[in-house]
């Protein structure tokens, strides 16, 4: 099993920045792919990026250029920066893993993009 705590959400105007963190209950080494999604008020569940045991990273269109993800190993977190938010950036951010094809989720943080 794995435990997957966020932290970093809030609230920011347009254009702002915001840096959540995944930690994770065990050593990331252990754990393939890590992934941020989404969830906006009445949409489904996004994918926003995800990144590699190595560092490989993927990026939804919507963010490319804006949000970047990045992982330390070492410290069992996961991090994604957000650069030059968006109103249509506000929704729940969770972070997933899947072990074993069993899938785990965070319990989500708050981002609030609002003038």
């Known amino acids: 099993q794995v435990q997957l705590v966020e932290s970093g959400g809030g609230s920011v105007q347009p254009g702002g920045s915001l840096r959540l963190s995944c930690t994770a209950s065990r050593s990331l080494f252990s754990i393939g792919v890590m992934g941020w999604y989404r969830q906006a008020p009445g949409k489904e569940r996004e994918l926003v990026a995800h990144i590699s045991r190595g560092g490989i990273a993927n990026y939804a269109d919507s963010v490319k250029g804006r949000f970047t993800i990045s992982r330390d190993n070492a410290k069992n977190t996961v991090d994604l920066q957000m650069n030059s938010l968006k109103p249509e950036d506000t929704a729940v951010y969770y972070c997933?893993?899947?072990?074993?094809?069993?899938?785990?989720w965070g319990q989500g943080t708050q981002v609030t993009v609002s003038s």
């Open positions: 997933k893993t899947t072990v074993l094809n069993s899938h785990y």
